[in-house]
């Protein structure tokens, strides 16, 4: 279930995207982080101990939200604009 | 204040210090270990963490060996393996020229144990797929690498256990001889007597033995290093480069350690940092060479403070000119993996005045007995761009 | 010869202001910013139009938002603006500067650092929950993003910004289950000591209080042993209030401590720091100007200690106004007075807001073994404890360098706070005595394949 709840936005006009391989809707103007947990309860997972993570700090200090994407990019969830066709992997089933 | 009495007083506690304080502990003698600043934060705590071998000049190989068999030994030694792990050392070479340097290297160094094993081009993309263009490479199967962080810090630590006096934040003002043996004055009026003294001052020790009349041409150097966010494994073995460039491994939590180039030093020169052009060049690098680090993201760069010879080999053995006093510095961005060797020699040299290790190659004389020694050809040492 | 242009770094208040000020003087400063489009954390502008004005978005401090988005609009042409733009390292007058993937080396002749800051926390157990949001990062999901973080909130921590957020998440229709206060009830009585000073911030925040009340939130003050529960996400607070322990179920939790100043680059500028006995924090040592150690290098705003938006207008522009007069330039004298006078009043404010909303730093001192405190390492208190005695260490560089703790990718920023607690505690030696982390560049994340500007060209 998602985290997040739009409060403003509703309407925009959608962004499809790719999470984990399941195809997912944002919305104009989301940041991955946005996009991510509107859809799901985590962004990744920890490199050491497997427990999930959200982020944090969602302004691109606590560094907690970096994602890779399809490509094998890394990215900061909550500074990076979403865009249409994006494949995020939150790493959950790796 | 009343003046410690001791066997040995250690000037620097870094891994080559603290390594020799515990060695002399365990023989029974009273041993006190000073610092400047703390053990093992300055050349011992922040360089590579390479525990190599190969590379290395001739003559440092028979004590490069005994400390090889110290290594898998650090947990009963210290209580910590220091996160060693014999993954081997490959050493690649990049033209015709650089392979051909490495043959050289492997026949020269036949006898000493080392097991090097030469790959050719072929085999070195079966063998390792991750590496991305090389002509071919030696390996080192039992060299390796570990935590430079906890190493020496460890080493201190056991010393303190033991019965060491380890005293950090004591910079050494002043050694002379007094009778028998010497008076070291060492901050807020602390006077330590001993009757044997080791300079093992790393990137400072060449004013403590100017200070007894042997000047030696240090220079301080400072590596410089990226660290990657943690990553599935790519680098499954410790990695340099005939001839320089970069040297990579790459840790058990998945962070890639790629270093290479010099850092410089800040307005207080014991601190140092990489330079922004250099980590981009050897970034750079690693993402080229290893086409699996592409992708990764550097989170954190550092650099140290460490003392080179002009022929990379470091100055080992007793002074000429002060009975007593014995040297063990400079070595030249490559003492990781002999100072714990390093250590029980000096330990030896302390308490029967003879070790049956081979230092003579390393004597403060070569400095003072007019023209200065050659460079070193053969291995790699750490001269400029080279690897640790 | 031209002289290199003066290099502010944040685009918030401070930096908003610093650079009108220079611009004014006929001065061209290069601004970057991380963000798209100005106003820091506290103007942040959504990143598209969403249908809410300003008031929706600022509330009560509207107009300054917009007045200060109107003012770095009416620069346009006389600065230059790299948005989205990392400021990595600095050294001698060269700044590293990254955009998307290419790196640019910068000559500045004149810094000026508005860095700004972000929450303080402490760590309690349950604290890296998905969830499990900072205060500031609360706000930011409403204010930029139109979300919130959850359906049923619980605020937890100290500090204006918790009954801010608390208020705003309310006024957007979220339901918030409860505000819970570190502060005790009693520490409320120092705030009567603000209305001399700022009264109407100090009833402004009682109506937040007030409102949130009278809405039937649960507010509660003086709680201890906080901690979130959960095993993928967050589904509870526990707290202990009065020697009594209470739960509440809740699907996300803002938390925050106040706020801590986002210092990195002053250190890699080479400035001296000071330790801030009241926010029990290292800052950058600094004249009411916002001059520093290094000569050409000043600090102004949240990232040279925590002082608000307001000052951090003020300070902008009083560096700025230092910068022209260091640099021989016509410089308003008598306006730089007035400006450290209303510093210092802001200042004597902080002083009240600290004592009424005091940081509770012994929740890192006497936080259980188990709990992780370096996010990005999962380097745990009971690994600081056993590396203080196992290694003898005293100094928090070297506790880092053992245990890993702020070695990973924020760089001790939401760490390095509580693991000085945690070492002082533990020696017993005081949290200044234990020292600070050092800076190391990159402050924030770079990718290997950077590529310098004039191989990008």
């Known amino acids: 279930m998602s985290l997040f709840q739009r409060i403003a936005r509703q309407d925009h006009a959608p962004v499809p995207f790719m999470l984990d391989g399941k195809p997912c809707e944002g919305r104009e103007g989301d940041t991955l982080l946005t996009a991510i947990l509107t859809n799901a309860d985590k962004v990744r997972v920890s490199e050491f101990s497997g427990a999930p993570r959200a982020g944090f700090c969602q302004m691109g200090a606590c560094q907690d939200c970096w994602v890779t994407l399809a490509d094998g990019e890394r990215v900061r969830a909550c500074t990076t604009p979403l865009a249409p066709g994006m494949h995020i992997l939150t790493g959950a089933s790796a | ?388 | 010869m031209s002289r290199a242009q003066p290099l502010i770094v944040g685009a918030g208040p401070a930096g908003v202001r610093a650079a009108e000020t220079l611009a004014k003087a006929g001065l061209r400063p290069l601004v970057v910013d991380e963000a798209p489009a100005c106003g820091g954390q506290i103007y942040r502008q959504p990143l598209v139009k969403d249908g809410r004005d300003a008031h929706d978005l600022y509330g009560s401090e509207a107009e300054k938002a917009e007045r200060l988005h109107r003012a770095f609009a009416a620069l346009s042409g006389r600065i230059d603006h790299l948005p989205r733009a990392l400021v990595w390292n600095l050294r001698d007058g060269r700044a590293d500067i990254a955009v998307d993937g290419v790196n640019r080396t910068v000559n500045y002749d004149g810094l000026i650092l508005a860095t700004g800051a972000s929450d303080r926390v402490l760590p309690v157990p349950g604290w890296t929950l998905p969830g499990v949001f900072t205060l500031g990062g609360s706000q930011v999901a409403l204010k930029g993003q139109g979300c919130a973080i959850g359906r049923r909130v619980v605020f937890a921590g100290t500090g204006p910004l918790l009954y801010l957020v608390a208020w705003q998440y309310m006024k957007a229709g979220v339901r918030v289950v409860a505000v819970l206060d570190a502060a005790p009830l009693s520490a409320k009585r120092n705030l009567l000591g603000g209305l001399a000073l700022y009264p109407a911030i100090i009833l402004r925040g009682a109506r937040f209080a007030a409102e949130l009340k009278l809405r039937g939130v649960m507010l509660r003050h003086g709680i201890s042993d906080l901690s979130f529960e959960g095993k993928d996400r967050v589904v509870g607070v526990r707290w202990r209030e009065k020697g009594r322990e209470n739960y509440l179920s809740c699907d996300a939790v803002g938390y925050g401590l106040n706020l801590r100043p986002e210092t990195q680059l002053a250190d890699l500028a080479g400035c001296a720091f000071i330790f801030n006995e009241r926010d029990r924090v290292f800052v950058p040592q600094r004249e009411p100007s916002g001059r520093t150690s290094v000569r050409g290098v000043y600090v102004a705003g949240d990232g040279a200690g925590i002082a608000g938006a307001d000052a951090a207008e003020l300070a902008g522009e009083r560096a700025a106004l230092a910068l022209l007069e260091d640099r021989g330039l016509q410089h308003a004298a008598g306006r730089a007075a007035e400006l450290e006078l209303e510093l210092a009043r802001i200042s004597r404010f902080r002083d009240v807001m600290e004592a009424a909303f005091p940081f509770p730093a012994h929740w890192a001192a006497t936080v259980a073994d188990d709990t992780v405190v370096c996010r990005c390492e999962e380097v745990t208190a009971g690994t600081l404890r056993s590396c203080v005695r196992d290694f003898a260490l005293d100094e928090i560089n070297r506790l880092k360098a053992v245990s890993r703790v702020g070695m990973g990718r924020c760089q001790g920023r939401f760490c390095g706070a509580s693991a000085a607690e945690i070492l002082a505690a533990e020696t017993g030696r005081s949290v200044a005595a234990v020292g600070r982390l050092r800076g190391q560049p990159p402050v924030k994340p770079v990718p290997l394949t950077l590529i310098p500007r004039e191989a990008a060209e």
């Open chain 2, 1 to 388: 204040m009343t003046p410690l009495r001791v066997d040995v007083a250690i000037i620097g506690g870094g891994l080559v210090g603290s390594s020799a304080a515990l060695a002399l502990r365990r023989m029974g003698m009273d041993v006190a270990l000073l610092d400047r600043r703390y053990c093992g934060a300055q050349a011992s705590g922040v360089n590579y963490g390479g525990v190599r071998r190969q590379g290395r000049p001739p003559e440092q190989l028979p004590l490069s060996q005994r400390s090889h068999a110290i290594w898998p030994k650090l947990k009963s030694l210290i209580g910590i393996d220091g996160e060693f792990l014999r993954s081997g050392h490959l050493k690649l070479a990049t033209t015709e020229a650089d392979m051909a340097s490495l043959e050289a290297y492997a026949a020269k160094v036949t006898d000493a144990g080392l097991e090097l094993e030469l790959i050719g081009h072929n085999e070195l993309r079966r063998r390792f797929p991750w590496v991305g263009d090389a002509v071919g490479a030696s390996f080192c199967p039992g060299d390796g690498h570990a935590n430079p962080r906890l190493v020496a810090t460890g080493f201190a630590a056991a010393a303190r256990r033991a019965g060491v006096h380890v005293l950090e934040n004591t910079p050494v003002t002043g050694v002379t001889r007094n009778g028998e043996g010497f008076v070291l004055e060492a901050g807020q009026g602390l006077k330590v007597m001993a009757g044997t003294v080791i300079n093992s001052a790393g990137a400072w020790a060449d004013e403590f033995a100017a200070s007894f009349g042997e000047p030696v041409p240090l220079k301080r150097i400072y590596p410089s290093m990226i660290v990657t966010e943690p990553m599935a494994p790519v680098l499954t073995v410790n990695i340099g480069m005939e001839g320089g460039g970069i040297y990579a491994r790459q840790v058990e939590r998945g962070n890639c350690i790629v270093g290479g180039e010099r850092g410089e030093p800040l307005s207080d020169p014991d601190f140092s940092r990489p330079r922004s052009d250099g980590a981009m060049t050897i970034m750079h690098r690693a993402a080229t060479l290893f086409p699996g680090l592409a992708k990764a993201q550097a989170i954190r760069f550092w650099s140290g403070t460490e003392a080179e010879m002009p022929d990379r080999n470091p100055v080992l053995g007793p002074s000429l000119t002060t009975p007593g006093l014995i040297h063990a510095f400079g070595f030249s961005g490559a003492g990781f993996q002999i100072a714990p060797g390093v250590g029980e020699v000096l330990a030896e040299l302390v308490r029967d005045g003879r070790t049956p290790t081979p230092i003579e190659a390393f004597s403060i004389a070569r400095f003072t007995a007019g023209s200065p020694p050659a460079r070193t050809t053969v291995g790699s040492g750490a001269g400029e761009k080279q690897e640790p």
